[in-house]
């Protein structure tokens, strides 16, 4: 089985609170049209193979998913996946991996007549699980598990990679800096904010470069979850090949209507 998993953008993002230790977010995602690709196949074992990207397979959140999917359905998957969402770029690719994998699962048991329900195997894997398996555009609270679908926008838009930046160090420093939490009003949601901008320019210099270049082209970027990826909505043409020359890598993409593309 073929999928893609395409990435998402953070249209908006607030963090309303804390609690138990989690920053609590609001704000809309929209799914892209820069995907992972998947080939998941069943299996005697579990086995994930991942071209473009390093990282230790018990952490990769598709094993990690498809561990979860084993234990309770009895499915072993062999998973190979082509990186092409940027690493740690905030648009939400090692979600989108595991929501690719839950969503080819899904499907491999509905053919055996088993109507699985693995949203709380979503919810375990990680934050950005539950909405990148269903994808579109959906305003998601809390600490990921309430979503909420919106209609899905049409819109051509920009991403450019200004390097990665860690999770974890990005909310530890909206902590130090002090940050305020914030929620939006409903007129709020869909106009472009990122609470946590301020922080992630403190660990990675290249966004603010990369709203330095914005500036002098006279277009409007925003940061996609805790960075290091920026967009532009409706960018003018020459728009990327500036960016290019400015040294930033850069991907143009369409709003996607799905998270998970069976091909
Ligand atoms: P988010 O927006 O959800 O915070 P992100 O887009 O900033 O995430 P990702 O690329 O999803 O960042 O994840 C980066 C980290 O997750 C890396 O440290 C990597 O080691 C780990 N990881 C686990 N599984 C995967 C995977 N399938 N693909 C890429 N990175 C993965």
């Given at each position: 089985m073929k999928a893609i998993a395409n990435g998402k953008f953070n249209l908006s993002l607030y963090v309303t609170g804390v609690v138990g230790g989690m920053h609590l977010l609001d704000g809309v995602m929209h799914s892209v049209s820069l995907g992972d690709e998947l080939i998941v196949e069943e299996s005697d074992r579990v086995r994930v193979t991942m071209l473009g990207a390093e990282c230790p397979t018990e952490r990769n959140t598709a094993y990690r998913a498809a561990i979860l999917v084993r234990d309770r359905y009895g499915l072993s998957l062999d998973i190979s996946i082509a990186k092409h969402i940027p690493v740690g770029?905030?648009?939400g690719g090692s979600s989108a991996d595991a929501a690719g994998v839950l969503a080819c699962a899904e499907r491999m048991l509905a053919g055996r007549g088993v109507n699985a329900d693995l949203s709380d195997i979503a919810a375990a894997v990680g934050s950005d699980v539950s909405f990148m398996m269903r994808g579109g555009c959906a305003r998601v609270r809390g600490t990921g598990g309430d979503v909420t679908a919106l209609p899905p926008m049409e819109f051509d838009a920009l991403a450019i990679d200004c390097g990665a930046v860690d999770t974890a160090a990005c909310y530890r420093t909206f902590d130090e800096l002090a940050l305020p939490f914030s929620s939006p009003t409903e007129g709020e949601l869909l106009s472009p904010f990122n609470a946590l901008r301020p922080a992630a320019e403190r660990l990675n210099g290249r966004l603010r470069d990369c709203a330095e270049t914005a500036k002098r082209l006279g277009v409007a970027v925003s940061m996609t979850g805790s960075g290091g990826c920026m967009f532009v909505i409706?960018?003018?043409?020459?728009t990327a090949d500036a960016f290019r020359e400015a040294g930033f890598r850069c991907f143009p993409v369409r709003s996607a209507a799905c998270g998970v593309v069976f091909v």
């Open positions: 770029g905030g648009m409706s960018p003018p043409a020459g």
